[in-house]
């Protein structure tokens, strides 16, 4: 007779996340994880793989689409690219690296012109403002990105990252920037997870529903990444916050444990990626 298998598991392991606590159930996969060259200076920074290999293990683990960084399409073959636009695996956002108001009006439309490339699943478009030292005016920067979201085609919402280090570092320069900018054409990202968790409600409470989109960097208070697996009670921590703020918006994950180690590989960094959604999909509600 077949012996049954019994598994214990331990008492501080949870299977879901009690009612006044909620994870956004729409995790995208941002291809800036898995590329070693993210960082790189030009020429060589350019994708070391192809994206359109690794969709259909994205999609087993449970990712809804691609969070794409921008090289990993315009930097790619003709036949990448057209891998990556007819793939069932969707480009639900892109990740851009060009500065309204910093880079030339020209490379905002060759930005565009990707954007276009994936009008029928593309719904988010990640950017940044300059660095807050920077030689450009914030205000300058504001009215470029407002110009530039004209050339973009309608249901494709810019989001800006609310990154340290830039002109929109604080809640109060961010509330004067989405105050210029249509709410139907902007939203806000924020990274819920490291250092600036302490921060998250003061976020929210300055920008309200206008954060749509989240960043999940597996970044602990020594921000150091790591599993998120190591990282369990944070995100508890920060379900809490997002259900009293009601927020109904989507994530990414951006960044895994493995980044800038020695030995980093795309396959080894997705693997990472898998474990981490993996995490956030057992501790959520459905």
Same mark, same amino acid.
């Not at 009670?233 to 997002?242: E, P, Q, S, T």
């Given at each position: 007779?077949?012996?049954?298998? =019994?598994?214990?598991?331990?008492? #501080?392991?949870?299977? !879901?996340?009690?009612? #006044?606590?909620?994870?956004?159930?729409? =995790?995208?996969?941002?291809?800036?994880?898995? /590329?070693?060259?993210?960082?790189?200076? %030009?020429?060589?920074?350019?994708?070391?793989?192809?994206?359109?290999?690794?969709?259909?293990?994205?999609?087993?683990?449970?990712?809804?689409?691609?969070?794409?960084?921008?090289?990993?399409? &315009?930097?790619?073959?003709?036949?990448?690219?057209?891998?990556?636009?007819?793939? +069932?695996?969707?480009?639900?956002?892109?990740? &851009?690296?060009?500065?309204?108001?910093?880079?030339?009006?020209? /490379? $905002?439309?060759?930005?565009?012109?990707?954007?276009?490339?994936?009008?029928?699943?593309?719904?988010?478009?990640?950017? @940044?403002? $300059?660095?807050? +030292?920077?030689?450009?005016?914030?205000?300058?920067?504001?009215?470029?990105?407002?110009?530039?979201?004209?050339?973009?085609?309608?249901?494709?919402?810019?989001?800006?990252?609310?990154?340290?280090?830039?002109?929109?570092?604080?809640? /109060?320069?961010?509330?004067?920037?989405?105050?210029?900018?249509?709410? +139907?054409?902007?939203?806000?990202?924020?990274?819920?997870?490291?250092?600036?968790?302490?921060?998250?409600? @003061?976020?929210?409470?300055?920008?309200?529903?206008?954060?749509?989109? *989240?960043?999940?960097?597996?970044?602990?208070?020594?921000?150091?990444? =790591?599993?998120? !697996?190591? *990282? /369990? @009670?944070?995100?508890?921590?920060?379900?809490?916050?997002?259900?009293?703020?009601?927020?109904?918006? &989507?994530?990414?994950?951006?960044?895994?444990?493995?980044? #800038?180690?020695?030995?980093?590989?795309?396959?080894?960094?997705?693997?990472?990626?898998?474990? %981490?959604?993996?995490?956030?999909?057992?501790?959520?509600? $459905?």
């Amino acid at each position: 007779m077949a012996k049954s298998l =019994c598994i214990v598991l331990p008492l #501080n392991v949870m299977t !879901s996340l009690p009612e #006044n606590v909620l994870l956004p159930k729409t =995790c995208l996969l941002g291809t800036v994880a898995l /590329e070693p060259r993210r960082w790189k200076k %030009d020429p060589e920074r350019y994708p070391s793989f192809a994206v359109s290999e690794k969709g259909e293990a994205a999609r087993a683990a449970g990712f809804a689409g691609w969070e794409l960084w921008e090289r990993h399409y &315009t930097h790619a073959s003709e036949g990448e690219q057209k891998a990556l636009r007819e793939s +069932d695996f969707p480009v639900v956002g892109l990740n &851009t690296y060009w500065i309204p108001g910093h880079g030339t009006v020209e /490379e $905002g439309e060759r930005v565009a012109e990707t954007i276009a490339a994936f009008q029928s699943s593309l719904r988010l478009v990640k950017f @940044n403002l $300059g660095p807050v +030292d920077g030689p450009v005016p914030v205000e300058e920067q504001v009215e470029a990105a407002a110009r530039w979201a004209e050339l973009l085609p309608e249901g494709v919402r810019l989001l800006c990252e609310c990154h340290p280090r830039t002109v929109l570092e604080t809640t /109060e320069a961010a509330k004067k920037a989405f105050a210029t900018w249509p709410s +139907d054409r902007f939203g806000a990202i924020v990274h819920p997870l490291g250092p600036a968790q302490l921060e998250l409600p @003061n976020w929210f409470a300055a920008l309200g529903d206008r954060i749509t989109h *989240l960043h999940w960097q597996s970044k602990g208070a020594d921000k150091k990444m =790591c599993p998120l !697996s190591e *990282l /369990e @009670n944070d995100l508890l921590a920060v379900g809490k916050i997002l259900a009293e703020y009601g927020f109904s918006g &989507t994530a990414a994950l951006e960044f895994v444990a493995g980044m #800038n180690k020695p030995g980093e590989h795309p396959e080894r960094l997705l693997q990472q990626a898998v474990e %981490d959604v993996r995490v956030l999909q057992r501790l959520g509600r $459905g």
